[in-house]
């Protein structure tokens, strides 16, 4: 078919849905879907993408090496997810109404500032790691989603070195030398990647990499409501873990192969668990 029409049912488009169809040329995304996966990339004969302002993640190559992708001038935007970057310089103004920072696809750009509207509240896994450039970035309290790696290796990150810990109360980085580890009162979200075993959480080089491997216990704060995805990811010499009340979620494989990990106990606040969390 020329034409796919995905409905709102579908709250979740998988990857490789279409790759590689050469007989699409439209697809229209429903109002209810919330997340498009790497789905239709190297669709080549793909000319119009129509996106609900429901979506609020889309995949960092869901619409790769298609016509449509091709022809796309200035700021790429999908409902509201900004996708893409092309032709900007000096200054990277996002308008007011996008959600979500995506995975940014930057092209024939020189900016050096980035300004985030109120309505922003989530930047996705490497949105800016595109852009060593950058000097400044400006936004809201309202970011409240903050994905590995996000802000990026760039001239704003590498002055705070490792005091760059926690944006706005989202613990983002730990490279202290340290067996007892206690968050801070505060922080609501443990990043993903934040404590992974072979790498700091800036696998890009913002600072020189440290010994962290002595981590043994971790103790949350009361405040803490999501862990996030693998942020202990095969961090074998942990042993003990204080889950607070007060938790909510933990993300997808966030103590996964902690193989000395014992005597958990899982707080009665918890409403979501997701894949392989141990």
């Known amino acids: 078919a020329s034409t796919i029409e995905i409905p709102g049912t579908i709250k979740y488009i998988a990857k490789d849905l279409g790759f590689d169809n050469k007989n699409i040329k439209s697809i229209v995304f429903g109002e209810g879907i919330e997340t498009i996966d790497d789905c239709f990339s190297f669709v080549p004969n793909l000319e119009s993408v129509m996106v609900s302002k429901s979506v609020s993640i889309i995949a960092e ?115 202290k030398d340290e067996e007892n580890v206690v968050i801070p009162d505060g922080v609501t979200k443990l990043c993903g990647f934040v404590f992974e075993e072979d790498t700091n959480i800036w696998d890009s080089g913002l600072s020189e990499k440290k010994d962290i491997n002595k981590v043994k216990s971790v103790r949350f704060p009361k405040t803490l409501k999501i862990i996030g995805p693998c942020a202990f990811w095969f961090r074998k010499s942990l042993t003990t873990i204080d889950l607070a009340e007060g938790l909510e979620t933990l993300e997808y494989h966030c103590f996964a192969g902690c193989e000395h990990l014992n005597n958990i106990t899982l707080p009665n606040s918890l409403k979501k668990i997701g894949d392989g969390v141990f």
Request: proline share 3%; aromatic share 10%; charged share 15%.
């Open 61 to 175: 190559n869901a619409f790769m090496g298609t016509k449509w992708l091709h022809s796309q001038t200035r700021l790429i935007i999908l409902g509201s997810v900004l996708i893409g970057v092309r032709n900007v310089n000096s200054v990277l103004y996002v308008p007011q109404g996008v959600r979500t920072i995506g995975t940014l696809s930057i092209e024939n750009c020189n900016f050096t500032k980035v300004v985030l509207p109120e309505s922003v509240t989530t930047m996705q896994k490497d949105a800016f790691r595109c852009n060593e450039n950058i000097k400044d970035f400006v936004f809201t309290e309202a970011l409240t989603k903050i994905g590995h790696n996000s802000f990026g290796n760039n001239k704003w990150t590498k002055p705070y070195g490792d005091n760059l810990t926690i944006i706005n109360n989202q613990y983002y980085q730990h490279n």
